[in-house]
């Protein structure tokens, strides 16, 4: 049970405080309720961007990661297609430089031709290091375009292309800052060894003076309901071929989410799941495979990933893939079966909230997704699945017209 309190500020800032008396260190979680979805199509890529430009420098102080160093702290950062997420850890003493810190990166960055300029060229090197020359780096800029036709999530964070960094703006860049960097778009969770009143008070103190802006509103067009299998295939100068399969899934916020992560884990959590039991031990068709979740705050996408066996071709590989699928589909998850994996999940969740900075991560998301004592109800949740759940949400997701499939060939 993690206990909390909550606030808000006049301007619109949501603060959560989580009193943890075990740990000296304190985590600051900032949230901001923007990502790759939230981008111009014409202009992807400027989420993460930011994420670096935060680094670069703000209205009254350059130099961000020395204060942080100084104060006896660790700082990172990360961005997905829903979310831009900053933290900082450090011991409660100093917590006051954290406060300071946020709240002028809040209030408005430098925005120097200089900070533009270096933080460009690292997402470009970037870009070109993880996503173009690296073997199976460009998987997701092939498999989410062509899972998706509408929404937004048809690119990934990174963006669809290195020109669209290459030849960002100062002028666009100070507009997407503007349009997202909003107190009253933004979650604040501060967990450790605090007390309510001192968070409320350097909370106002930091923040409160910065104004509530008319934040961009979001107007995304839903995916429309896929009607007809895609495939599409390419060759790579990589080791071996490797087979992706995407499918059609509920928003994290759906009241499914949890029975088709417990998928996820029937399929390839552990040695003894049911991919790698029959596809890697016995059938030897992989060397490895995987299933897992997006988790995205819109209707995401169930992947299954594999890289194949010496001298097995794609067509025995997928194969394998249907014929586990199938056997989801048509038969009841044994008790004996769901409740191993639900034991897994509930011991990686009680474990997760050992560590102060996951408490508040996961604090901030539920609050985003609508209330922040989801993370209370998590294990009950879990818990609630049954095995007929589980029979029909595969028999709805793992139909073959919802199916997008990538062929990844060696040259």
Not at 107 to 131: D, H, I
Not at 254 to 270: M, P, V
Request: proline letters at 3%; a negative charge.
């Amino acid at each position: 049970m993690i206990n909390f309190e909550k606030f808000e500020l006049d301007n619109g800032l949501k603060v959560i405080v989580h009193q943890d008396k075990s740990t000296p260190i304190v985590a600051f979680n900032l949230l901001y309720d923007v990502g790759a979805r939230d981008e111009d199509p014409t202009r992807t890529g400027f989420a993460h961007l930011f994420e670096h430009l935060m680094f670069g420098g703000s209205v009254n102080i350059s130099n961000y990661d020395e204060i942080v160093e100084k104060a006896g702290g660790q700082n990172n950062a990360f961005t997905s297609n829903d979310i831009t997420n900053y933290y900082i850890t450090l011991p409660k003493e100093n917590l006051e430089q954290a406060f300071r810190l946020e709240s002028d990166r809040m209030l408005g960055l430098a925005f120097t031709p200089k900070s533009l300029e270096v933080q460009r060229q690292v997402v470009v090197e970037e870009f070109k290091q993880n996503y173009l020359n690296q073997p199976y780096g460009d998987i997701h800029l092939l498999l989410r375009p062509l899972a998706y036709k509408k929404h937004p999530y048809q690119w990934p964070t990174i963006g669809k292309e290195v020109s669209h960094i290459e030849n960002a703006t100062m002028d666009e860049v100070k507009s997407f800052f503007y349009k997202h960097y909003a107190p009253n778009n933004a979650i604040l969770v501060v967990a450790g060894d605090v007390e309510l009143d001192q968070v409320k008070y350097l909370s106002e103190k930091w923040f409160g003076s910065i104004e509530r802006r008319e934040y961009h509103i979001r107007n995304i067009t839903n995916e429309p309901k896929q009607t007809k299998a895609r495939i599409l295939k390419v060759e790579r100068d990589v080791p071996v071929d490797v087979i992706y399969k995407a499918f059609h899934m509920c928003a994290r916020t759906h009241e499914d989410f949890f029975a088709t992560d417990l998928i996820s884990d029937i399929l390839s959590r552990g040695h003894s799941s049911r991919l790698n039991h029959s596809l890697v031990k016995e059938q030897k068709l992989f060397t490895n495979i995987d299933a897992f979740v997006g988790g995205s705050m819109d209707s995401g996408l169930f992947y299954f990933a594999g890289k194949l066996a010496p001298n097995i071709t794609l067509q025995e590989a997928e194969s394998g893939i249907d014929v586990e699928i199938e056997k989801l589909k048509a038969n009841l998850v044994s008790d004996n079966e769901l409740r191993k994996v639900k034991n897994k999940v509930i011991s990686a969740h009680m474990f997760s909230e050992l560590n102060v900075l996951n408490k508040a991560m996961n604090l901030a998301t539920s609050e985003l997704i609508g209330d922040a004592n989801l993370v209370n109800k998590q294990i009950d949740l879990y818990e609630a699945v049954t095995s007929d759940k589980i029979l029909t949400i595969a028999q709805d997701i793992f139909r073959k017209e919802n199916s997008n499939t990538l062929y990844y060939h060696t040259k």
